[in-house]
């Protein structure tokens, strides 16, 4: 996304069983967004990936870098926290074929809520047989 560009923000409280879980911030490019149709609060069904693939524009890859830290004094009050609790922070980068970023979204969860998991499997040596 340029600099200056006119950018569409998205911020979605999220919720489990009542419980607040999950905050939501997504920056999406103006133009892609209003072409897309996700300027509205209801996005329809599959939300802003599916409206985004409906015009040729769906994420290829993804990524995320995930951190603890402390919240925010919006978080600490949705979240219920007090001072000493953190939360954890994913800034998750949704791109297009040709390299372009289509979303920047940063989330906060409550550390106690959440367990990270993460598998893969080995690499395998250069040269040798799996």
């Known amino acids: 996304m340029g600099e200056g560009e006119k950018t569409l923000i998205r911020k979605r409280r999220m919720f489990a069983s009542d419980e607040p879980v999950l905050l939501a911030t997504s920056y999406i490019p103006w133009a ?13 069904p599959g939300g ?4 985004l693939a409906d015009i040729g524009l769906g994420p290829v890859r993804f990524s995320e ?11 600490e009050a949705f979240f219920s926290l007090s001072e000493a609790q953190q939360v954890f922070e ?10 372009r970023a289509v ?8 550390i106690f809520q ?5 598998e893969w499997d080995a690499e395998t040596a250069q040269g040798s047989t799996p």
């Not at 994913?90 to 390299?99: F, P, R």
């Open 114 to 118: 959440w367990i990270m998991h993460f």
């Open 32 to 44: 892609i967004a209003e072409e897309a149709g996700v300027t509205s609060i209801d996005t329809g």
């Open 90 to 99: 994913i800034i998750h980068v949704a791109w297009l074929e040709d390299g």
């Open 103 to 110: 979303e920047y979204r940063i989330d906060a969860l409550p």
């Open 48 to 51: 802003t990936y599916s409206r």
């Open 65 to 75: 870098d995930v951190r603890a830290r402390i919240p925010t004094s919006e978080e």
